[in-house]
């Protein structure tokens, strides 16, 4: 079956690091990848998104690669704020019509 | 717009009672999903549907069941609570195709005593 190995939190970073938070997959056939994030008390909502290999999503200063030969969507940031602070899903989409989620991963950004 | 929404936003139970959590989404989705959220468990998805009158278990149905009369509604049955079904439930929704974008409603913060 499909799985999602996320980077084991919990993270923490002081305001202006380098962010990076490992996502590895397994899948049959073409999925695509999803980072969403998740704010306190509330739902998911899509970061960004990829949907063929070496694509490349972006959003808000977070970007990943979709790295077919490693089976990788690493997310990256290179300045985080307070304002990050949240939990992060890595998830993969087939067209079978479930999705597949990480545990998640909670990043404290402190000031 | 109002997306997914779901309600109660938050629910206590006896262990044994039965409730329905509800979930409608206005943006015509053909895929429906409910998930649930444990503390170190990230989301496991308990049902799913891909379209009206379809639908199919996740990872985790026991205890659980859905129907999906409507493609707006997809409601999650309780049949019977236990203590274990204490969660945090999210239910999602997206286009068809692998590349549509998820999304959640507000979710449904549900205590069994």
């Known amino acids: 079956g499909n799985s999602v190995t996320q980077m084991e939190g919990p993270v923490t970073l002081s305001e202006e690091a380098f962010l990076t938070i490992n996502c590895t997959y397994t899948a049959t056939g073409y999925p695509s990848l999803f980072w969403y994030v998740q704010y306190p008390g509330e739902g998911l909502q899509l970061l960004l998104k990829?949907?063929?290999?070496?694509d490349k999503g972006s959003n808000k200063g977070f970007e990943a690669t979709y790295r077919k030969e490693t089976t990788s969507f690493h997310l990256e940031k290179g300045s985080v704020q307070v304002s990050d602070s949240a939990v992060y899903f890595c998830?993969?989409?087939?067209?079978?019509?479930?999705?597949?989620f990480g545990d998640g991963t909670t990043l404290t950004v402190k000031p | 717009n109002a997306g997914v929404t779901q309600t109660p936003k938050f629910q206590v139970l006896k262990t044994g009672q039965s409730m329905t959590l509800q979930c409608a989404q206005d943006?015509?989705?053909?895929?429906m999903s409910w998930y649930r959220q444990d503390p170190g468990m990230g989301l496991r998805l308990i049902h799913y549907s891909v379209g009206a009158g379809i639908t199919d278990q996740g990872e985790v149905p026991n205890g659980y069941n859905v129907s999906r009369s409507t493609t707006e509604d997809f409601p999650l049955r309780l049949l019977s609570a236990a203590p274990s079904q204490t969660s945090v439930y999210f239910c999602a929704s997206h286009a068809e195709g692998a590349a549509d974008t998820q999304y959640f409603g507000p979710g449904t913060r549900l205590t069994v005593l």
């Open positions: 943006m015509n989705h053909e895929y």
């Open positions: 990829a949907t063929k290999a070496d």
């Open positions: 998830a993969l989409n087939t067209n079978a019509g479930k999705s597949t």
